[in-house]
Each structure stands twice: as C-alpha cells, then as structure tokens.
C-alpha cells in the first residue's frame, strides 16, 4: 500500500514494474520464437540429411553433416515421415486451400550457372 506522501512514487515504481514484467514477457516469447525457428530449421536439415542417405547420395551426406554446424546426425527423422511425405502433404494441402498445385520447381535461364548460388537462410529469390 502506498502512502498518500509517497503516492506518487508508488505510481512511478509501479509503472516501471509493470514495464520490466512487459520487456521480460517480450524477451520470453522471442526466445520461444527463436526456439522454435532454430528447431525447424534443425528438421529440415535432417529431412534432407535422411532424403541424401537414402537415395544413395552418401558423400553430399557426408558433406551436409560437416557444414551444417550442428550435430544433427544425432537426429533422425521419425518413423512416420520423410522428405517426400512432406512435399506429398503439401501439395496436397496447396491443391485443396488454393484449387491448384504448387510450383515448387522452376526452370533457369541457360545462361545461369548449373547451382544457384547460396541464398543462406530465411532468403527468397527475387521473381
């Protein structure tokens, strides 16, 4: 309780308060939100990682395991899903919510280099 003298600064502790629990819930769920982004972007470099193993491509495997910076070889996809099964499920969800299928792929110009260049992540290409 706060003091009629001291009311005022009872108010000014209060609202600071109030702003630090905001900057800390803030602070949290960006956190969760980071979590989450780092989480997906780990399941899909296993995906990949198990897509490459099992259709024979064992070197660029290999190479996925050392540039992807984390141990993802002590992960493994679940028994219930692979890379195919999640293009599958999305073009199916695309076809259904949209009425058309998806564009995953698009040809190059002859001109480009055979890869594309890096994007790095959470980048698009320009259409």
């Known amino acids: 309780a706060c003091l009629s003298s001291q009311g005022a600064v009872c108010v000014v502790a209060m609202a600071g308060t109030a702003t630090l629990m905001a900057l800390k819930a ?4 960006r956190s969760g939100e980071e979590r ?3 989480d997906r972007h780990r399941a899909v470099l296993v995906l990949i990682l198990d ?3 099992n259709q024979g491509y064992s070197e660029t495997a290999n ?3 050392r540039e992807a910076g984390a141990p993802i070889s002590r992960f493994a ?3 219930n899903i692979d890379l ?7 073009e199916a969800f695309y076809e259904i919510k949209l ?3 998806p564009k995953l792929v698009r040809k190059c110009d002859a001109d480009l280099p055979e ?3 890096a994007m790095g992540p959470n980048r698009r290409r320009q259409k």
């Open 84 to 90: 195919a099964t999640v293009v599958r499920e999305y």
């Open 77 to 79: 996809a679940a028994d």
């Open 99 to 101: 009425g058309k299928k």
């Open 51 to 53: 897509h490459l193993v």
């Open 63 to 65: 190479q996925l395991q």
């Open 26 to 29: 803030n602070s949290e769920a």
């Open 36 to 38: 989450v982004a780092a």
């Open 115 to 117: 890869a594309p260049p």
